[in-house]
């Protein structure tokens, strides 16, 4: 059996090649499994943005320096086993390499599925070496697989992202009556033009750039349900019809038309573009800018640092972070039942709108997953297209 893996050039991210090895005989413990498809989206853009500073490299490991494997998400099934409680054609929802096959070492194990125990992966964090079972799993559904590896990762970070600002009261952002949008609705918004002028009613705002990324609309699909806070959606001129459509927005705005807020507006700012220039124009307009959130990097060719600028500090949103304060809040019962009903009520609405969030497209073999990673990286393409990728039948 080969394994066939993508790897990409860490400091030039277009850059990538092909890898197809003999597989070596597993050791006691270990389980192989094939990757039998997994989504590809601007979140994975991000692990390889933030691969060494966030330590996303480190996951899967290459031989080859300089070279690095992007993690994904998705579902693999076990082709080979010499651990006990881990059958041959068990089907596990998790974190894998982009590859046709990978090898774990599966400790912690019960019903619900278990830990890598690689010694790589000892002090990263469990939130990715954790593999869940399908056949218990609460969130599983056969017919909606392809949502999962597209919307399940981003929208459990949307939900986090979420529930970080309601936890900390948006830092003064938000007031205590509701919006004219405090339930999501599947109409359009309208083009508003708010005044550019400083108001008195200048609307408590969460600020969300790349709106038409997945994590992005996930986290306005959760903040447009809190009283009293206007979620307002930056991005491209050729998205914005998209963006409108989703109904998650109280106001869609292209990068050019900042000016269309009041400069005086008590705000939040969530960027997931990591574009440097928007967030030093953000910084330097929004006088009463209460917290300033770094998310992702989906503007790979405007990624910059973050000092020396007005306002507040821009920080970096950990996900894992806020999940283990919560588990400390809640519960492992409590916290699991709170993602699930969310998980659920955000799959209905993407599934049911008039016009659906994600149009799934299936991409298989090299050359098909080497040109969906090349439109991913350039942000090219319909934002309501999800990628879904197979390497699986390049091996032999």
Request: contains cysteine; proline residues 6%.
């Amino acid at each position: 059996m080969n394994t066939t893996t993508l790897l990409v050039r860490k400091d030039a991210l277009p850059t990538t090649q092909l890898q197809t090895q003999a597989d070596a005989p597993l050791q006691d413990g270990q389980v192989r499994l094939k990757v039998e498809s997994f989504a590809l989206t601007s979140n994975n853009i991000t692990y390889a943005a933030f691969g060494d500073a966030m330590n996303y490299w480190q996951f899967f490991p290459t031989q080859q320096d300089g070279w690095g494997v992007i993690p994904v998400w998705g579902f693999a099934t076990v082709v080979q086993t010499l651990c006990p409680g881990v059958a041959v054609g068990e089907r596990l929802y998790g974190y894998w390499p982009t590859a046709s096959h990978v090898v774990l070492t599966p400790t912690r194990l019960n019903e619900f599925g278990f830990v890598d125990g690689a010694a790589h992966r000892a002090a990263l964090h469990a939130v990715y070496n954790s593999y869940t079972r399908t056949s218990t799993d609460a969130f599983y559904t056969p017919d909606t697989e392809a949502l999962q590896s597209l919307l399940r990762p981003l929208f459990i970070t949307s939900w986090l992202i979420d529930d970080f600002f309601a936890d900390n009261d948006f830092f003064g952002a938000q007031t205590s009556e509701p919006t004219a949008h405090a339930q999501p609705s599947a109409e359009p918004t309208a083009h508003a033009q708010p005044s550019a002028e400083p108001t008195a009613h200048a609307q408590p705002s969460a600020i969300l750039s790349s709106a038409s990324s997945k994590t992005a609309y996930g986290t306005a699909f959760q903040m447009i349900q809190r009283p009293g806070l206007q979620v307002v959606g930056l991005t491209s001129p050729a998205n914005r019809a998209f963006c409108e459509s989703l109904g998650c927005y109280s106001l869609v705005l292209t990068y050019d038309e900042l000016d269309q807020m009041a400069a005086d507006t008590p705000c939040v700012y969530v960027d997931f573009a990591g574009n440097a220039d928007l967030r030093r124009a953000i910084h330097t307009r929004f006088a009463q800018l209460r917290y300033s959130c770094s998310i992702g990097g989906t503007h790979v060719e405007n990624l910059g640092g973050a000092r020396d600028l007005p306002g507040p500090k821009a920080t970096l949103f950990f996900a894992p972070a806020q999940i283990k304060k919560r588990l400390g809040d809640w519960g492992p019962a409590s916290f699991r039942e709170r993602q699930i009903a969310a998980w659920h009520s955000f799959l209905s609405k993407v599934t049911t709108s008039p016009t659906p969030w994600v149009q799934v497209q299936h991409h298989s073999g090299t050359a098909a997953v080497q040109a969906a990673y090349a439109q991913v990286l350039a942000g090219r393409g319909d934002p309501r297209v999800g990628h879904i990728l197979s390497l699986s039948a390049a091996a032999s």
